[in-house]
């Protein structure tokens, strides 16, 4: 029984743990983001200037924390991570309680920095289990996104008000009392370091650039990338079109609710799928669905459409983004993993900015039908780019 084997091991229940009890600061820093500096800005102009720092932190962060990781192991890097957001939430609560909006942005900075070494938690799994189990592990281990989104919110919610009259504030506190609870478990995880090459610090990196160049590692980076940009792209405009078509915010935020809720859900059967299917069939069925998730919205601006296009935007996104995970994981050795992930996640990160920035301008500037319109080509491009590839002979 698989159930059995995974609760016996004591690694991939405390990464469980420690990343379903951490997870819950990323939907909380969604919300915080735009209400506090909705607060404190000192024009409207510079309202969403929190959240645009805590992206260009997990930008650059991504693949220092990667390297890291591979020096001091994956426990460090996570408890690296946990220290950094409790100063940064740390410093939210005293921006509000001050009124500071500069300490506001450099506590979101920081946080920023701190949700992306939680990111790797998806090939900490695929380490601690055999070969032949890794999708599985890697697809449970984003059900806790499943779980952070209904319960970040919700503790958000009873924590806000915990030091009126001054506002959000305790969800800071809040946010500071879930770090703590969420390292405990990262006490159960007894992860190896990975081996070090012995060739020298620059050797390395240039071997690291050279595994890029393989077929697979390419692939794996490439459909994560699309996948998360396009989902990214299409997600953030879709309250904005709802909006200018006429519905209420309770049903945008209903939309964008049962989205959230397909991105993780399907991640109880996708390691399965993989198992039975094959990974990079499954990550590329994924960027289909994103593909006919594109249809469906340009095919009308019901409410049907909208539920529809962001169900099939979110399964498709968690079959695309999990097949990439775990086709790079299975891609490079030990001693390439800590590089070639963090490039990997850094690649991502940039792609997820640009897609915010594109999105919020595009919709503005141009309307839905070109946000959708503009994903289909992006979408069809790059499914014809990696048939092509796959389909190329090897290089000699």
Known sequence: ?????????????????????????????LILGGLTGLLLAPNTALVTLPASVQTLAGLLAAAPF??????????AGFAGG??????????????LITGSFALLCLGHFILGAALSSFQYFRFAAAEVVSPDWQPVAISL???????????????????KDALAPIPLAGAYLALIAVICVGLGPLALV????????????????????AVLRRGPVRRAVAIAAISQGVMIFMMIPTPVAMLGCGFSETVAGDV????????????????????????????????????????????GLSSAHFYGSLILLGVGWNFSFIGATNLLATAVTDT???????????????VSTVCAFAAGLVVTGLGWAVVV????????????????????????
């Open 82 to 95: 946990g220290i950094l957001a409790l100063i940064g939430a740390g410093i939210g609560a005293v921006a």
């Open 336 to 350: 390439e993993k800590s590089a070639v992930q963090g490039v990997n996640d850094t690649i991502i990160a940039l």
């Open 256 to 299: 964008i609710r049962w989205h959230v809720v397909a991105m993780f859900a399907p991640s109880f059967v996708t390691g399965f799928l993989i198992k039975w299917l094959g990974t990079e069939r499954i990550a590329m069925s994924g960027l289909v669905i994103l593909g006919i998730a594109a249809l469906a919205a340009v095919a």
């Open 141 to 159: 281990m984003l059900t806790s996104g499943l779980v952070a989104a209904i319960g970040g919110p919700q503790i958000f919610i009873m924590a």
């Open 1 to 29: 029984m698989p159930i059995a084997m995974f609760s016996r091991n004591g690694n991939f229940i405390g990464l469980l743990l420690a990343n379903t009890i951490l997870g819950f600061a990323m939907p909380m820093l």
């Open 373 to 396: 319109l503009a994903s289909i080509g992006i979408i069809g491009l790059a499914l014809c780019a990696l048939l092509v590839r796959r389909a190329a002979p090897a290089p000699v």
């Open 190 to 209: 007894r992860i190896p370091k990975p081996p070090v090459a012995k060739t020298g610090p620059r050797a390395r990196r240039f071997a690291s650039f």
């Open 66 to 75: 990667s390297v890291l990781m591979g020096r001091f192991g994956r426990r």
